[in-house]
């Protein structure tokens, strides 16, 4: 394994309030700190900026309570098929 040399390239700063929120989403996703946050998801921003293949990326929240409710999910989801095919229209 190769050790890359890191650039320091940026600053950023934030609301105490953002880094309260970005300390808990790192903390919630696995993350070690911050900084290991950001660059996952610049990293992962990137990746689907520049590969556009000319997708459309899509992301639903599903409710917790219909999660595992077949025939309530099946509801849901059409609703937001049906609202995203209007959109795209």
């Known amino acids: 394994m190769t050790d ?4 320091k390239i940026m600053s950023l700063s934030v609301e ?7 300390k808990a989403a790192a903390r919630k996703l696995g993350h070690n700190n911050v900084w290991q946050l950001i660059r996952d998801l610049v990293s992962k ?3 689907l900026m520049v590969n ?3 997708d459309i990326p899509v992301i639903l929240r599903i409710p ?3 999660q595992e409710q077949p025939e ?4 849901w989801l059409d609703v937001k098929v049906r609202a995203i095919a209007q959109a795209l229209a």
């Open 4 to 7: 890359k040399k890191k650039l």
């Open 16 to 22: 105490p309030e953002m880094h309260d929120q970005m």
């Open 72 to 75: 309530q999910l099946r509801e």
């Open 45 to 47: 921003y990137i990746d």
């Open 52 to 54: 556009d293949s000319g």
């Open 64 to 66: 917790p309570e219909i």
